[in-house]
Nanobody
Framework: QRQLVESGGGLVQPGGSLRLSCAAS????????MYWVRQAPGKGLEWVSS????????EYADYVKGRFTISRDNDENTIYLQMNSLQSNDTAVYYC????????RGQGTKVTVSE
C-alpha cells in the first residue's frame, strides 16, 4: 500500500530550526519528483518546495527561499525539509507528496512557530 508518513514537526521559537522527514512506503520515491506543501490555519494548501528524482534540481517558493532546504535519500526512500530561520507565518501543517498539488500527500506534521 502506497504511503507517505511525515514527521519532525513541533513547537519552535521564531528564528529556530526544524528538520522534517517524509518516509515513503509501497512505492519508490526515487523515480518521482517529490514535493513539500503546507497548509496554514484557515488557508489553503500552498507549495513550498520540490526536488527532481536525481536530487539535482530543487525549487523553492519565494517565501522560503534561502531558509528551507529540500533533500532526499533514495536508499532510505525518504525526503527531508530542513527549515531554518523559522517565522510565525511558517506555522502550518506540512505535507510531502509526489504531485505538485498535494493530492497524494500524507497525514502531515504540524509546525508551530511561536514565542
Amino acid at each position: 500500500q502506497r504511503q507517505l508518513v511525515e514527521s519532525g514537526g513541533g513547537l519552535v521559537q521564531p528564528g529556530g530550526s526544524l528538520r522534517l522527514s517524509c518516509a515513503a512506503s509501497g512505492f519508490s520515491c526515487s523515480i518521482y519528483w517529490m514535493y513539500w506543501v503546507r497548509q496554514a490555519p484557515g488557508k489553503g494548501l500552498e507549495w513550498v518546495s520540490s526536488m527532481n528524482p536525481g536530487g539535482t534540481t530543487t525549487e523553492y517558493a519565494d517565501y522560503v527561499k534561502g531558509r528551507f532546504t529540500i533533500s532526499r535519500d533514495n536508499d532510505e526512500n525518504t525526503i527531508y525539509l530542513q527549515m531554518n530561520s523559522l517565522q510565525s507565518n511558517d506555522t502550518a501543517v506540512y505535507y510531502c507528496a509526489n504531485d505538485s498539488t498535494g493530492v497524494t500527500r500524507g497525514q502531515g506534521t504540524k509546525v508551530t512557530v511561536s514565542e
